[in-house]
T-cell receptor, first 115, second 111 residues
Framework: DGGITQSPKYLFRKEGQNVTLSCEQN?????MYWYRQDPGQGLRLIYYSQIVNDFQKGDIAEGYSVSREKKESFPLTVTSAQKNPTAFYLC??????????????FGPGTRLTVL | QKEVEQDPGPLSVPEGAIVSLNCTYSNSAFQYFMWYRQYSRKGPELLMYTYSSGNKEDGRFTAQVDKSSKYISLFIRDSQPSDSATYLCAMRLTGYSTLTFGKGTMLLVSP
């Protein structure tokens, strides 16, 4: 089955802790993305990567970090510097920039709650 | 002015109704337009993908783009309770991969 997996589904964090959210895809996509979704706010782009070992900040990158060491994997770390991290986090992938039909496909999401 | 405007709803309709969901946008350079369906606590699922102006039909769903008015629509015919979800519009520029999303419209279809 081709698709995008995110783990864990639910994550609880104490204030001051860093946590890492996992995102894996087996679609052979070049590009991967992280979004944050808050009630009534739609999807906001945190980071994206067009190719291995390269990534760019999105609209709300402060307090987050990413790595892209493998094509299939794009983990997101929510650091203690992120002041309001409780949200639903979505990972997506697409075939890559410059392609005509570069639609994004989403994973099931991780719900992060800060206690 | 926000780049993409979408009425948050909720939009409540009876089963079998024709549903019209809409987005307006301000950047006339957008060329690719998408509609995603998102069930509660799930990831968005791509429903329709269109390029430039015109209509695209897939089963009960029709996507319509009017670039002159900077207005896109999704029509759902013979709506079902299983269509109850939040519908997100998204769009992007040619040569770019990042999307700009609307905030989503919640649709409720009652049996």
């Amino acid at each position: 089955d081709g698709g995008i997996t995110q783990s864990p589904k639910y994550l609880f964090r104490k204030e001051g802790q860093n946590v890492t959210l996992s995102c894996e895809q087996n679609l052979n996509h070049d590009a991967m993305y992280w979004y944050r979704q808050d009630p009534g706010q739609g999807l906001r782009l945190i980071y994206y990567s067009q190719i291995v070992n390269d990534f760019q900040k999105g609209d709300i990158a402060e307090g987050y970090s990413v790595s892209r060491e493998k094509k299939e994997s794009f983990p997101l770390t929510v650091t203690s510097a992120q002041k309001n991290p409780t949200a639903f986090y979505l990972c997506a992938s697409s075939i890559g920039e410059g392609r005509a039909y570069n639609e994004q496909f989403f994973g099931p999401g991780t719900r992060l709650t800060v206690l | 002015q926000k780049e993409v405007e979408q009425d948050p709803g909720p939009l409540s309709v009876p089963e079998g109704a024709i549903v019209s969901l809409n987005c307006t946008y301000s950047n006339s350079a957008f060329q690719y337009f998408m509609w995603y369906r998102q069930y509660s606590r799930k990831g968005p699922e791509l429903l329709m993908y269109t390029y430039s102006s015109g209509n695209k039909e897939d089963g009960r769903f029709t996507a319509q783009v009017d670039k002159s008015s900077k207005y896109i629509s999704l029509f759902i015919r013979d709506s079902q309770p299983s269509d109850s979800a939040t519908y997100l519009c998204a769009m992007r520029l040619t040569g770019y991969s990042t999307l700009t999303f609307g905030k989503g419209t919640m649709l409720l279809v009652s049996p």
